[in-house]
């Protein structure tokens, strides 16, 4: 009864007693110049009343007695003259009912049934922990993925990336760590997703198992630049919420490359010049003041673990995106096509992947077993073309030909699912496989 009353009291203090109207005075270029609104700032949140109904906008330009504001939805109905209502800066205020439930990017729900707002209102754009108050990386988390759980370790506090093209499994990969991990809450964002598959995600691939803790906020690929680059920024205010509680946050933001081609949208409306193969300058500071703000937290707070998915066109591993991404991560994991294509699922390329929280993350016998691993298929990969064209004389080499032997057994553990005595059992079937 206590939470019903506090919803509701914060829904009446988020009533303004006060509401700052202007007027739309031109439209060109994407934008609606609006004059009256001089109590504006950038960055904004706007409601413009046009005769086709109520559209959302935020403001990206200030000149006196203009104010420029980019609309949520294409500018059909409006006219000169038409009401715009300043709201202040965007925020979201999440509530711990929020879990289980499905909301858009600005804090509405999408299944529906009612949402409360939570008592204390998030700007979408904070900054992260001071980095002096930040605690270390944790220990090892539990994923439910055996090659997680031993030769990429992800621990508590790590943030990681997940660069694939489409349709290589990315998605099946951040379901099955939103069931798997060992994490207290799950925030995940879907950017810039297509409308069918919210209902699979959620119903399908992530099941009410991985529901039952999970606060899923999205925007659909035929919204609005701003709406899906709010996505990502909504997501991580919810889960800056649970962390300040004390709680481990499971953060997957699902993708940030959408997040950057809407930052690039939004950006070049506000005048910026495309510079880094059409990306503007901004963009650096929008992706790493994002990834910031997830980790460790400070004392006496918990921590956010985070994996960030890249869309990359043709494994192009130094695009913009993936470039600027990787250089502030805590490990990535790349995911290749041709691993796809042959049947093995998750489809990572380990020799290409690399978990910088080893050799930390594990034991001096662990990391043993976790190098003589690489070592093998790393062998077996310089040699693969003489091996599949005949070329290889076996003796010719003891460590391809342990390679060779071991290769079914180990390509098979890069796809198993962890045992029922998670990472110890991982270790436990590594070493068999390394013994056989």
Not at 68 to 90: F, N, Q, W, Y
Not at 171 to 179: D, V, Y
Not at 388 to 413: E, K
Request: aromatic share 4%; net charge negative.
């Amino acid at each position: 009864m206590a939470n019903l009353f506090d919803g509701l009291l914060a829904e009446i203090a988020g009533a303004a007693p006060v509401r700052r109207i202007g007027r739309v005075v031109e439209s060109r270029r994407g934008l609606v110049e609006v004059a009256g609104l001089d109590a504006a700032t950038i960055g904004d949140r706007v409601l413009i009343h046009s005769r086709d109904g109520v559209a959302g906008g935020e403001v990206l330009r200030l000149a006196p007695g203009r104010t420029s504001v980019l609309p949520d939805a294409s500018g059909d109905g409006m006219a000169i003259d038409d009401r715009v209502e300043l709201l202040g800066k965007a925020e979201v205020a999440p509530d711990n009912s929020w879990i289980g439930r499905v909301v858009d990017a600005t804090g509405q729900p999408l299944d529906g049934r009612p949402l409360l707002r939570g008592s204390t209102p998030r700007a979408l754009r904070a900054q992260a922990p001071a980095a002096a108050s930040r605690r270390r990386m944790g220990g090892r988390l539990g994923t439910g993925v055996a090659v997680f759980d031993t030769l990429l370790p992800l621990v508590r506090g790590q943030r990681i990336g997940f660069f694939a093209g489409s349709g290589v499994g990315k998605s099946s990969l951040l379901a099955r760590f939103a069931r798997g991990v060992d994490a207290d809450v799950v925030v995940i964002a879907l950017v810039g997703e297509r409308g069918r598959e919210l209902r699979e995600f959620t119903e399908r691939v992530l099941g009410p198992v991985g529901m039952a803790r999970s606060v899923v906020v999205t925007a659909t690929s035929d919204q609005s630049p701003l709406m899906r680059r709010m996505c990502a920024l909504t997501a991580m205010a919810v889960a800056e919420h649970f962390r300040d509680q004390g709680l481990h946050v499971l953060l997957l933001v699902d993708s940030v490359t959408r997040f950057a081609e809407a930052h690039r949208e939004v950006a070049l409306a506000g005048g910026e010049d495309a510079s880094l193969r059409g990306y503007p300058p901004s963009l650096a500071h929008a992706i790493m003041g994002l990834a910031e703000r997830a980790g460790p937290g400070p004392e006496d707070l918990g921590d956010i673990t985070a994996v960030f998915s890249v869309l990359v066109a043709g494994s192009d591993m130094d695009e913009p995106v993936a470039d600027i991404l990787r250089g502030v991560l805590d490990g990535h994991v790349v995911l290749d096509r041709r691993i796809a294509e042959r049947g093995r699922f998750p489809a990572i390329d380990l020799l290409r992947s690399v978990s910088r929280s080893l050799p930390d993350a594990a034991d001096e016998a662990e990391n043993t077993l976790i190098l003589d691993a690489r070592r093998l298929l790393g062998a077996y990969d310089r040699a693969e073309m003489m091996i599949q064209a005949g070329l290889y004389a076996s003796g010719s080499d003891p460590v391809i030909d342990r390679a060779i032997r071991l290769w079914p057994a180990l390509d098979a553990f890069l796809a198993e699912s962890a045992p029922a005595n998670g990472v110890e059992g991982s270790f436990e079937r590594l070493r068999t496989c390394l013994e056989l």
